[in-house]
């Protein structure tokens, strides 16, 4: 996918207030006087009038203000005005107040806030390389405490708060490394979070998780280990579900009382290409400990799409111990209540609740705390697939679909036709006395949609004596060989007119 710019549409950082006070293109640093102060105030509250009162108190915050005071909040007013390149403009004045204008992007804290929501948005869309990369820019406009210049009770709320945004900036850019596959980078950050802030369980949860992606389970029990102990000895508790659970997958454990079910069907023997495909898939089944990755593979009838799902179900099955469920689509209407109900039963719950909505929160209930796969195959919308997806992490979602998926926080894989390549090595694998005629033919005729590749092998395996010439015309017709059963006529196939 697309990587998302890091470019937040506004204008040139021009004020800087996460850490020391700076202002200009090449930045300048005010230090620790009195019209810093006084700027830093205005610009806790840029845009908006700002009393004298407030900035009295801002600038002399430590001692008793002089009898002065307002005359000299005026001089320090137009010592700015003098020290900005367009300060005249930029510092309004009006009986009693003062206010800096600032336009958008222009505020280190509006940048941050903006890369941080455009971060949220690329996550969203599926993108974590966006999300890294404006994550990484929001986290380097930082260089200390913000609104340094300030006492501590008029910055408080606005700092804590900000305080509280980059850690979840910090968190998110650790989930998303982790989907990138960059654990290394993923683990050294989540370290650097549980050493500042040990009592944060969750932390602790996602770094046990992402050791044990990158097969590094000892490490991961280890942690697991001072978590555990930090916990008992700060707070006197036992760790919470998440951390549990954590240590459950690290030990290879399920959850207690729960068994496991595989229902996958037959993988086909005769697979072929889609490594791309198949490499994103299993790549994905490894990451984001804290949300459930939803992969929708979509493309024309006959394409492969169910192929796909079900080969690369059965190559991350071991990831998933707690079961790996199969559901059709193609004849449960939106929101079957009798299908939650039959999954309910596959689970081994026995007291189903009778309604729709009480369903699919027990269904919900009943996958928190497992790893499952669930291949949701030839959904036709959105209403199909929402009431079916787990609420919490560890579980993973493959879903087949001809037409896109109006869905929140999905991968989605279009498949193309194979390659003339892939298509002869497909017909090979079922025909290998074939002549280099008759697989040319054949796929020229099917175009790369593997389903009339094999209505090619039927019809030559029907008829093998045929020249290349007579296969031909038989593709073009859409006869069945003579000794064969009659079935749906190969021009039935609906093949794309792309190559």
């Given at each position: 996918?697309?990587?998302?710019?890091?470019?937040?549409?506004?204008?040139?950082?021009?004020?800087?207030?996460?850490?020391?006070?700076?202002?200009?293109?090449?930045?300048?640093?005010?230090?620790?006087?009195?019209p810093?102060?006084?700027?830093?105030?205005?610009?806790?509250?840029?845009?908006?009038?700002?009393?004298?009162?407030?900035?009295?108190?801002?600038?002399?915050?430590?001692?008793?203000?002089?009898?002065?005071?307002?005359?000299?909040?005026?001089?320090?007013?137009?010592?700015?005005?003098?020290?900005?390149?367009?300060?005249?403009?930029?510092?309004?004045?009006?009986?009693?107040?003062?206010?800096?204008?600032?336009?958008?992007?222009e505020?280190?804290?509006d940048?941050?806030?903006?890369?941080?929501?455009?971060?949220?948005?690329?996550?969203?869309?599926?993108?974590?390389?966006?999300a890294v990369?404006?994550?990484?820019?929001?986290?380097?406009?930082?260089?200390?405490?913000?609104?340094?210049?300030?006492?501590?009770?008029?910055?408080?709320?606005?700092?804590?708060?900000?305080?509280?945004?980059?850690?979840?900036?910090?968190?998110?850019?650790?989930?998303?490394?982790?989907?990138?596959g960059?654990?290394?980078?993923?683990?050294?950050?989540l370290?650097?979070?549980?050493a500042?802030?040990?009592?944060?369980?969750?932390?602790?949860?996602?770094?046990?998780?992402?050791?044990?992606?990158?097969?590094?389970?000892?490490?991961?029990?280890?942690?697991?280990?001072?978590a555990?102990?930090?916990?008992a000895?700060?707070?006197?508790v036992?760790?919470?579900?998440?951390?549990?659970?954590?240590?459950?997958?690290?030990?290879?454990?399920?959850?207690?009382?729960?068994?496991?079910?595989?229902?996958?069907?037959?993988?086909?023997?005769?697979?072929?290409?889609?490594?791309?495909?198949?490499?994103?898939?299993?790549?994905?089944?490894?990451?984001?400990?804290?949300?459930?990755?939803?992969?929708?593979?979509?493309?024309?009838?006959?394409?492969?799409?169910?192929?796909?799902?079900?080969?690369?179900?059965?190559?991350?099955?071991?990831?998933?111990?707690?079961?790996?469920?199969?559901?059709?689509?193609?004849?449960e209407?939106?929101?079957?209540?009798?299908?939650?109900?039959?999954?309910?039963?596959?689970?081994?719950?026995?007291?189903?609740?009778?309604?729709?909505?009480?369903?699919?929160?027990?269904?919900?209930?009943?996958?928190?705390?497992?790893?499952?796969?669930?291949?949701l195959?030839?959904?036709?919308?959105?209403?199909?697939?929402?009431?079916?997806?787990?609420?919490?992490?560890?579980?993973?979602?493959?879903?087949?679909?001809?037409?896109?998926?109006?869905?929140?926080?999905?991968?989605?894989?279009?498949?193309?036709?194979?390659?003339?390549?892939?298509?002869?090595?497909?017909?090979?694998?079922g025909?290998?006395?074939?002549?280099?005629d008759?697989?040319?033919?054949?796929?020229?005729?099917?175009?790369?949609?593997?389903?009339?590749?094999?209505?090619?092998?039927?019809?030559?395996?029907?008829?093998?004596?045929?020249?290349?010439?007579?296969?031909?015309?038989?593709?073009?017709?859409?006869?069945?060989?003579p000794?064969?059963?009659?079935?749906?006529?190969?021009?039935?196939?609906?093949?794309?007119?792309?190559?």
């Amino acid at each position: 996918m697309q990587t998302t710019s890091t470019d937040t549409g506004g204008g040139e950082v021009l004020f800087r207030v996460l850490g020391p006070l700076e202002t200009g293109a090449a930045p300048r640093r005010w230090g620790a006087r009195k019209p810093a102060a006084l700027l830093a105030a205005l610009l806790l509250d840029a845009g908006e009038w700002v009393s004298c009162d407030r900035l009295v108190d801002a600038v002399w915050s430590d001692q008793e203000p002089p009898a002065s005071a307002v005359s000299n909040v005026k001089t320090y007013v137009w010592q700015i005005r003098k020290s900005l390149c367009d300060g005249a403009t930029r510092v309004e004045g009006r009986p009693g107040a003062y206010r800096v204008r600032v336009r958008a992007g222009e505020l280190d804290v509006d940048r941050f806030r903006e890369h941080v929501r455009h971060a949220r948005r690329a996550m969203s869309d599926g993108d974590p390389a966006g999300a890294v990369d404006h994550l990484t820019a929001a986290l380097a406009l930082w260089r200390g405490r913000p609104f340094a210049e300030l006492p501590g009770a008029m910055a408080a709320p606005v700092v804590a708060e900000l305080d509280e945004l980059r850690w979840d900036a910090r968190e998110a850019l650790a989930d998303a490394l982790t989907a990138l596959g960059r654990l290394r980078e993923a683990v050294a950050l989540l370290r650097e979070l549980t050493a500042a802030d040990p009592l944060r369980e969750g932390l602790w949860a996602r770094l046990v998780r992402v050791l044990l992606h990158e097969g590094r389970r000892g490490e991961a029990l280890a942690v697991y280990e001072q978590a555990r102990t930090v916990i008992a000895e700060e707070l006197g508790v036992d760790p919470g579900r998440d951390l549990v659970e954590a240590h459950r997958q690290a030990l290879g454990e399920r959850a207690p009382g729960r068994a496991a079910r595989c229902d996958l069907p037959r993988a086909v023997p005769d697979f072929t290409g889609r490594a791309g495909e198949v490499a994103r898939v299993a790549h994905l089944s490894l990451t984001s400990p804290t949300c459930v990755p939803v992969v929708v593979v979509d493309g024309a009838a006959g394409i492969g799409k169910t192929a796909l799902a079900v080969h690369v179900a059965h190559r991350i099955a071991d990831r998933f111990p707690d079961g790996q469920l199969h559901v059709d689509l193609r004849r449960e209407p939106p929101g079957s209540a009798d299908l939650l109900a039959r999954l309910l039963h596959r689970l081994g719950v026995q007291d189903v609740p009778a309604g729709p909505e009480d369903r699919a929160a027990a269904w919900r209930a009943e996958l928190a705390g497992r790893r499952v796969l669930l291949v949701l195959d030839s959904a036709t919308s959105a209403e199909q697939v929402i009431p079916l997806l787990p609420g919490s992490p560890g579980c993973m979602v493959l879903v087949t679909a001809e037409s896109r998926l109006r869905l929140d926080a999905v991968e989605t894989i279009g498949l193309e036709p194979l390659s003339t390549a892939e298509s002869a090595t497909l017909f090979r694998m079922g025909a290998p006395e074939a002549s280099a005629d008759v697989v040319r033919e054949a796929t020229r005729f099917a175009r790369g949609v593997p389903a009339a590749i094999r209505k090619a092998l039927a019809l030559f395996r029907g008829s093998p004596q045929w020249t290349a010439r007579r296969f031909a015309d038989g593709l073009a017709d859409g006869r069945e060989a003579p000794d064969e059963p009659r079935r749906t006529p190969l021009a039935a196939v609906q093949v794309p007119r792309t190559a």
